[in-house]
């Protein structure tokens, strides 16, 4: 088994993925996974965050390497997920991505069994970034 990417989380991704983990009814595989990458993530405050760091709504492009197909994905709370493109948080992806930096990678298990490796290719939108182009 490969070692796990070193992620960064801000706290208020922190914060309310914690509120909606303590919520679930069924705390099962997903939220477990979840779970485990919080407890290994480095926390920064959001101003802190660096602009190549998959945060909470952070649009994303990846590739598979063994195909070279390309995705483009936000990284969502569960209950925005139903859209086209949006992966929840609590999916193996979803939490996998999150905290991710450009250039990392992941081992993606899929429904049968197999291991794709996806790479964070670019960081197309993220909150923080755009709050502090904001001002």
């Avoid at 960064?8 to 993925?17: G, I, K, M, P």
């Avoid at 959001?46 to 760091?53: F, P």
């Avoid at 936000?74 to 991505?97: H, I, K």
Wanted: charge should be negative; charged fraction near 25%.
């Amino acid at each position: 088994m490969t070692t796990a990417p070193a992620i960064t989380v801000t706290h208020q991704d922190l914060e309310r993925l914690e509120h909606l983990l303590d919520s679930l009814d069924d705390f099962g595989p997903a939220a477990e996974a979840l779970d485990d990458e919080l407890a290994r993530a480095r926390i920064v405050p959001r101003e802190e965050i660096s602009s190549q760091v998959v945060t909470m709504n952070s649009r994303v492009h990846c590739r598979e390497e063994g195909t070279g197909k390309d995705y483009h994905l936000t990284l969502v709370y569960p209950q925005d997920a139903r859209q086209e493109g949006n992966v929840s948080v609590l999916a193996p992806m979803g939490s996998a991505l999150l905290g991710l930096s450009v250039g990392q990678h992941i081992d993606w298990p899929t429904p049968n069994g197999k291991q794709l490796k996806l790479t964070l290719l670019d960081i197309e939108y993220q909150p923080e970034a755009d709050a502090a182009r904001a001002g």
